[in-house]
């Protein structure tokens, strides 16, 4: 091969190469106004490449007149199509949006293209210089000067545009990349126009390497264009994707072995077929051909995105295409002309259409080269020529082979993947409606399907308690023929390799290809497995919150790859959707649950209590039977919670839970309302002391000893126990009875049970009628103020009096108050009452002072609900200052009990009392649980003794011992001493001599209304 054929090799590479450019600048859409342009750049470049061609390989006048009018028009059109896509790409619209732009650019391009075209006729007659062509026109004609200024103006605009562009852009105009190709593109611009000018204006010839500027100018460009063009490309999903990744880099690699193998066969076969070859030219084709396929093998291995590797792939192709036809056609081996339909085949598999766009231009290139060069060829065919063409028909057979069986198993795939896709939604859309009672068909179903479709013989789904690792849910299914295998399956799973375990808590699935292969560590699972005749299987997690939960097998007794399985994706997708579906049941199992049981103790709550008894109550009905119904509430429990905390205390209640349901029938129901109340249900009662010795059972159980945190406690609860029909016929009935007789038995000192009766009845219904009518008592005016004289010892006065709160009811007289407190603390109604008997007292004591009477203390009682209100103070506040009652005549009186409860909140509100003035006393002392570290305590002025000690000191001399002991105490502690019930002079006397400080004497002045008692005041007022 000559120099002029390498030069004419490198040419068509540049075509190639350009070809290739547009190709993949426009990545497959050519709609865009930008991408046609880049297509149309690269075919100029490749038509005034290809007419250099032409000057140098023709033999006659007329074919190198051809090849000066394509470098004219390829070199002018290169030149406007650029300058065209540099001002769509530097977002220069404007100019374009009318026929006058297109005018102004198209239009001075076009004139020079015919003048040149028409004056080259002839210019290139005689010309034998290869490594320059002589320039089509002569210099210093008006032609000349117009083309030069065309190629200056669109070379200098474009390059500025360019660099202008890559300055302000932000960014990827910021990265090294961008800045590089923009660089590149206007540098070239402006070489290829320089070159151009240069050889018009001083005649000068036209050097080859011009066309490499051009080049690398379309190149810059189509990166650009592939990198920052606004309209979005359209991208190739994977299943676009003829050959996957692994294919491409094994067909690279098969090619190139192929051009090395080729390589060194050119060296060997110079003895055999090519004697006449210079060793030098043979040596040079085989250099080629190893490097190329070197290079090829690099380039798989660079990590660089497809559409790179398919464009050094193209460039390959470029320069071996015309390489190889110039050297075999030297060496007379006229066959290898078919050899281009082998690449082209391989071409074919890149569906991106670079490889197969330049192999199909260069083809048909090095053909008209070719023709031009070797217009007339003598052919001699001797046995070489015939192995050469069996060995191209051989090849392209096995190319044809291999590209048909690219294109089935993509076909095979494409069907696979859309029946795949077509089972995945329709279980998908079946699962929706899964619930609870159809779960297991539809499961069953969804195995049977999937099964078959990747033709194996079983299938089954566990769900394994991760405490026992024992399977509390399963569905089977297999084919006709195969015994089940879940309960063996069970049996095994403890067998299982760790190591497949942490597999799937790792959210993967395991696959066995075939279980002979199993290692020696799993060697008896190996032979359990293969007495069962399963050779291949696939175990998949099912999971909740991405922690498995149980597990998805498949299994056949065939291997692994004889399944209609092409991806573990498949059931990866179809183990999800069961996942979710399983998840979705047992949430709405729970939910269900929750709905109806108590969250501590999982008993039934009171909803699923009440639907429970209405149903027995039904049932009850029509076999004559009774049903007992259980109210239980544990002693004291509070106490439990307040001293040794509520976690505790729960546990507690779980044990007692546990304790009851151990204690009842399987036919009963235990069920938590809330706190520490249980109610049982006692259903198919036959006799009332059934329903008495259970009960008495359950008591005897609950007072065993119930260790909890290693500590051992005792509790005691109370019951009230309600039949049907005797006690109601509503469930509502039923448990109000029960709970009232419950109530009772505490009021009887707990740790019993009673029986509903007719009296515990009427008493609720009269607390019921008391609480209704004590609603409406103080709006109606019928709540009075009695006051009771407290009398000073030494002083032998009046210094106080003592508010008693009585209610009047019309048509029944007088209700005690030992009837309505309680009921106004349990109703709430005793702040409201409180309040009204605190303004009240201090009302009335301020109207006696303003008449003129002696100033005296009022006591007030305070209940231990209002004791325990944060808003007693400001109450006590509020009441001083709307009636202007000086703080230090009024008193109020607490009970020890009172004082007891929450004992810092207590302390806290009797100092802020003291600190305003008001006096504190202690009421009914020695009732009650007394505690002298708990007396020094409390900041009060008096303590009142119970009147049970007073009334008993003229019967006993014990009352009196421990009457004078108290007042001693009292007296010791610097507190005044008052006592109350005085109802004899004896006890009078008793009093003075034992030196209490005050008395309230009820022989000489009872309880009375504000009137007789301020005539008492008046009568002791004028006596002093």
Known sequence: MTAVDWINVCLLTVCGFAFAGGLYATHGEYRPLLHKLMMLASAALVLGAFGLVLLAAAHTDQIRDSGCRLVCIGWTLTSAVTFHCVLLLTGRTVLFRNWRGYALLYLPAAVVVAADTFRACGMAAGSTRFLVVPVPMPAGTVWSVVSALYSISVAAIGAALLLQWARHRTGQGKSASFRALTGTAAVADALFAGFTVRSAFCNLCVPVPTVFFGLLLVLALSGLTHRCHAVQMRRKGHNDVILSQASRSHMYLCVSLVLIGEGFLTILGRNFYYRQAPVVSVAMCSANLILLGLILAVVNRLRLNESLKEMLMSVIFSFGIPATALWFVYFQCYATWAYIFPVMIISMLFNRRILLGTVMVESILTQLLLWVAFPQLSMWVEGPDYVVRLTV??????????????????????????????????????????????????????????????????????????????????????????????????????????????????????????????????????????????????????????????????????????????????????????????????????????????????????????????????????????????????????????????????????????????????????????????????????????????????????????????????????????????????????????????????????????????????????????????????????????????????????????????????????????????????????????????????????????????????????????LTSPKLVQCVVRVLKKTRLPPEYLELEITETAASTNLPLVLDTLRRLKAMGVSLAIDDFGSAQSLLSRLKMLPVDRIKIDAQFVQGIEKSDKDQTVLKAMVRLIRSLGLRVVAEGVETPRQFDFLAGVMCDEVQVFFCCRPMEAAAIQAVLSEYAGLR
């Not at 249980?678 to 008495?692: A, G, K, R």
Request: glycine letters at 6%; a neutral charge; hydrophobic letters at 45%.
């Open 393 to 866: 028909m051989g090849l392209s057979v096995i190319l044809v082979f291999y590209v048909s069986h690219v294109y089935i198993s993509r076909l095979y795939k494409n069907i696979y993947d859309t029946q795949a896709q077509a089972l995945m939604a329709e279980l998908s859309q079946e699962f929706i409606s899964a619930e609870e009672y159809n779960l297991d068909q539809k499961l069953y179903a969804a195995l049977q399907r999937c099964g078959r479709f990747i033709q194996c013989d079983r299938a089954f789904l566990v769900l394994v308690d991760a405490r026992t690792r024992t399977f509390r849910h399963s569905c089977e299914w297999m084919e006709e023929g195969h015994p089940s295998l879940i309960h063996g399956f069970e049996a095994i799973w403890k067998d299982i390799p760790k190591e497949v375990l942490r597999t799937l808590e790792g959210g993967m699935h395991v696959e066995m290809a075939d279980v002979p292969r199993l290692p020696q560590t799993a060697a008896r699972l190996r032979t359990t497995l293969l007495s069962w005749g399963v050779r291949s299987y696939a175990v998949l997690p099912i999971q909740r919150n991405k922690r498995p939960i149980g597990a998805l097998a498949f299994s056949a007794g065939r291997p692994l790859r004889r399944w209609n399985l092409r991806s573990g994706a498949f059931l990866e997708i179809i183990a999800a959707v069961l996942s979710d579906a399983i998840v979705k049941v047992e949430r709405e199992k729970e939910a269900g649950f929750l709905a109806y049981h108590d969250q501590l103790t999982r008993l039934p709550n009171r909803t699923l209590f009440k639907k429970k008894l209405d149903r027995a109550i039904r049932l009850a009905g029509q076999v004559g039977e009774m049903v007992g119904i259980v109210f239980l509430d544990l002693d004291s429990f509070k106490a439990v919670n307040d001293t040794m905390g509520h976690d505790l205390g729960d546990r507690l209640l779980s044990k007692v839970a546990r304790q009851i349901q151990n204690a009842v029938r399987e036919v009963d129901t235990v069920s938590r309302f809330g706190g520490d109340e249980f109610v049982l249900l006692l259903d198919h009662i036959s006799d009332v002391q059934d329903v008495l010795q259970m009960a008495e059972n359950i008591l005897n159980d609950i007072q065993q000893p119930v260790a909890v945190n290693q500590q051992e406690l005792f509790v005691t609860a109370s019951m009230g126990i309600a039949l049907f029909p005797q006690d109601g016929r509503e469930p509502e009935a039923l448990i109000q009875n029960a709970d009232d007789a419950m109530y009772h038995a505490k009021s009887m000192g707990k740790n019993r049970c009673v029986l509903c009766s007719q009296m515990i009845k009427d008493h609720v219904l009269k607390k019921m009628e008391l609480t209704n009518l004590l609603y409406h008592a103080q709006e109606k005016g019928q709540l009075e103020l009695y006051y009771q004289p407290q009398f000073d010892m030494a002083a032998q006065a009046i210094v106080g009096v003592e508010a008693l709160l009585r209610w009047r009811l019309p048509e029944k007289g007088m209700v005690e108050p030992a009837q309505f407190i309680p009921l106004a603390e349990q109703s709430g109604m005793i702040y409201s009452i409180g309040e009204w008997v605190l303004e009240t007292a201090c009302q009335q004591n301020k109207v006696w002072q303003d008449s003129g009477l002696p100033r005296m203390r009022v006591m007030v009682n305070l209940s231990a609900n209002q």
